[in-house]
């Protein structure tokens, strides 16, 4: 049976699985109805066109996790920022762990989606949030709005700076036959609030063999109140055999500071569709991604911002390095709409191609509509400079080592963002153990 | 020390030295100086195994080593030296985390253990007061955002930390106001010994008003066309390139 088909008749299945209100009955069956008018994207459409599904969509996914997996929290350790000091949402394979999760409901909700679905004390927040900036004509969103249950339920009252990260782990163990996940998350951060949330998608069988393939399509939707500041880290660091849609979409309410940050090293297909709409004026929304792969992976960052009201900024900066026959796509659209004067809309790409073998298709898109605006966009694909790779070998650096370090200074704007300074830290380490060097001191 | 037997090179088609001799002993200090154009900074850049260059004929040798099969980083693990005319910035990447990692792979290609890190930085306190470095200057991203003068300084500061065996400077005197050539120039001097060797390559002779030379050499038009001691460069001073470009076109 084809992938599409198995979803359809899955989904009766699961609506009579979970005891869901009527609300949100309705929500998901148009979403399945969105779904199967669309069915998967292809190459056809515009935004699809260097991405294909194809033959990820040939596994035989199994719909619905198992039950849930006894990992010690030894194991995953290395994966975390602190052992205390982070709320700790954690699902492997797709299902929810309390044993190594860290929840809270004290002064702020941090728990799990489906909980929030189910229970009447969330009803007006699901109600007032849910699937409510989410793109309702785009089909993979559908789809995992008609599937949504588990994931991250995130809100955050007015006035609180939460004192602590949060972190949203999704490990896979690799051990399942072909697994399709879809994890949903909600995050509503209140008036002059401020919130770090770090979600990771973890491989935990770091090499390919013995791994079955998997297919991630997650959806986030992130709603900042009046001066609310969110810094939301993503990183992508699954194995070869791993797939991720990652479709978030953020609302900003005025004088609202939004930041997304996205490190994609892993997985071998990865596109990430992220959207930003604005609600008010001084709205500042920041995107920023570091692309590292090689081999054949495929990486793919949509992006939109979406300037409606006036007086707002936004900064896109995107890294991208790539070797082998390694794939890369930057489509960056910024929407200016005509009441949207004075907006700042700024985007930059630049990448460095390793191999002859390794392609990048960048395609800034830029629509604007009101007159009394500043917006620019820069692409720039290279190889290394010759001239600092002589410097740094002149002084006794060798070629691997001056590499590795001249990429890592090409990076540098984008891991400077990094606004906690243990996440910084790992992500270098990350980025050194994907450059193959093992550097003499913490860069 | 140093010797250099009829050196031709080109880059792409274009021969830009053109039988170059040259001998440095241990203990000297060699000067070129030529106008622009004359190849010093290629012969700088070949010396230290720029490979954007070919050599096409002759041979240069370290204390009687072939050099030309080598890589920049194994001249440089063997005690070549070349400060830059336009040292690179490297964001991220901080003055003292890049020395360190330049100070222990030359060690690591000499057979030696990592320098201790409380012994490295006794080290770079040592030589970053023999420059007037200022210490928050070594946590900066390395040459990013210096002045010209900042970055000649730390070309110095990094030959101190180094101590190569040959010193090749590549006309570290431009950028430099009248204060910052008197500390380079100073530094430069404390680290010359008659173990090493230094070149110095300028336009002009106000550097060597500071570090003397033992032999200046006059490169013109990719060869040596004059070598003396350290009067030529006030000759040439005074006479200007035309003297020299005169005499060759007679």
Known sequence: MELKEKLLSSFMAFEEQIDVNSDLHEVRTSAIKNFENKGFPTKKEESWKYTSLNSILKNDFSVFPKNENTLEFADLKKYFLHEIDTYKLVFIDGVFSSFLSATTHDGLDICLMSSALNKPKYKMVIDNYFNKIANLDESLTSLNTAFANEGAYINIPKSKVVDKPIEIMYFSTGSEAALLVQPRNLIVVGENSHVQIIERHQSLNESRIESGPGLTNSVTEIFAQKRAIVDYYKIQNDNLEANLIDNTYVSQQKETNVSVNTFSFGGNLTRNNLNFYHFGERIVSNLNGITIIGDKQHVDHYTLVQHSTPNCESHQDYKGIFSDRSTGVFNGKIYVEREAQKTNAFQKSNNILLSDKATINAKPQLEIFADDVKCSHGCTIGQLDETAMFYMQQRGIPKKEAKALLMYAFSNAVIESIKIPELKQRITKIIATRLGVKMGFDL | ?250
Do not use: C
Not at chain 2, 43 to 66: K, P, R
Not at chain 2, 140 to 153: M, P, T, V, W, Y
Not at chain 2, 161 to 188: F, H, Q, Y
């Open chain 2, 1 to 250: 020390m140093l010797s250099i037997k009829n050196l031709h090179a080109s880059i792409g088609d274009k021969e830009i030295l053109k039988g170059i001799n040259l001998e440095v002993k241990a203990g000297e200090i060699h000067a070129i100086m030529g106008p622009n154009g004359a190849g010093k900074s290629t012969l700088a850049s070949i010396i230290a195994g720029n490979e954007n260059y070919e050599v096409t004929e002759g041979e240069i040798s370290l204390d009687g080593e072939d050099l030309s099969e080598l890589a920049p980083e194994e001249r440089a693990h063997k005690g070549v030296f070349l400060s830059f005319q336009y040292p690179v910035e490297i964001p991220g990447v901080s003055v003292t985390n890049f020395i360190r990692t330049a100070i222990n792979e030359t060690r690591k290609a000499n057979k030696l253990e990592e320098m201790p890190a409380n012994e490295m930085l006794k080290v770079i306190r040592e030589k970053s007061e023999l420059l007037e470095i200022d210490r928050k200057f070594l946590s900066r991203s390395l040459n990013e955002g210096f002045s010209g003068g900042e970055k000649k300084r730390n070309e110095i500061f990094q030959m101190a930390m180094l101590e190569p065996k040959l010193a090749i400077l590549d006309e570290t005197d431009s950028g430099l106001d009248i204060d910052a050539l008197r500390i380079v120039a100073n530094g430069v001097n404390k680290l010359k010994s008659d173990k090493n060797a230094i070149i110095v390559i300028t336009h002009y002779q106000r550097l060597l008003d500071y570090i003397v030379p033992d032999f200046v050499h006059v490169l013109y038009n990719g060869k040596i066309v004059k070598s003396g001691d350290a009067s030529l460069a006030l000759e040439l001073e005074e006479k200007g390139y035309d003297w020299i470009k005169n005499e060759q076109e007679a």
